[in-house]
């Protein structure tokens, strides 16, 4: 999407003249209509979480938060919601196609 059409979009949604849109929701790592599968953290042995990245997000998902902010002229609420969990932590060992949490990954 060209840098106008997305300020046309995001004026539509957030802007003073728009709908009002009054939080934003969106998920941790990639989901189903992502262009691409990433994740922050995708090592099992990682528990310093040493190698987390949220690189993808800098590049892409925070600027356009910010943007929203500036148009909207507030600190609009930002829910973030995983689609999945870690791939390792899943039967099938992918973040989609189903799968099952394994249950040493259980929180209980």
């Known amino acids: 999407m060209s840098e106008k059409d997305r300020e046309e979009v995001l004026q539509a949604y ?8 009054n939080a934003i929701r969106t998920h941790i790592d990639s989901c189903d ?21 949220i690189e993808y997000d800098l590049r892409y998902r925070i600027p356009i938060i910010k943007q929203i902010y500036e148009i909207s002229g507030k600190d609009i609420p930002v829910l973030l919601s995983p689609w999945s969990p870690p791939a390792f932590t899943k039967s099938n060992a ?7 949490l394994i249950k040493k990954y259980y929180g209980y």
């Open 14 to 21: 957030f802007g003073k003249d728009g709908i009002g849109y």
């Open 94 to 100: 992918e973040r989609s196609h189903g799968g099952v």
């Open 33 to 53: 209509f992502s262009s691409e599968q990433y994740e922050a953290s995708s090592d099992p042995e990682d528990i310093d979480l040493e190698n987390f990245s």
